[in-house]
């Protein structure tokens, strides 16, 4: 079994932070590879960001100097801090594996809304 939760979205104006949170129960947090996914309306889905068991990040050029993925393995969580936000960011994040486990295994995603 696996289950994600994402908290901390919200509503922010351009310029502002918002730290996410992704807990992670059953197997998946095991995976070596660990992801934050986001979906804006009318648009596909994007990967983000990236954070392996060891701590090696990986970025999205789109957010690249903005945004930091962390993850306490010893919580079972991980983690993106969203610095300097930009309307464009807004989307609904997720958390996953890289690559994505099946439909069946996503959360439920935290909103993001950034206005200008």
């Known amino acids: 079994q696996v289950h994600l939760v994402e908290s901390g979205g919200g509503f922010v104006q351009a310029g502002g932070s918002l730290r996410l949170s992704c807990a992670v129960s059953g197997s998946a947090f095991g995976l070596n590879l660990m992801g934050w996914y986001r979906q804006a309306p009318g648009k596909q889905r994007e990967l983000v960001a990236t954070i392996t068991v060891g701590g090696s990040t990986n970025y999205a050029d789109s957010v690249k100097g903005r945004f930091t993925i962390s993850r306490d393995n010893a919580k079972n969580t991980v983690y993106l801090q969203m610095n300097s936000l930009k309307p464009e960011d807004t989307a609904v994040y997720y958390c996953?594996?890289?690559?994505?486990?099946?439909?069946?295994?996503w959360g439920q995603g935290t909103q993001v809304t950034v206005s200008s």
């Open positions: 996953n594996p890289h690559p994505p486990l099946p439909p069946s295994y």
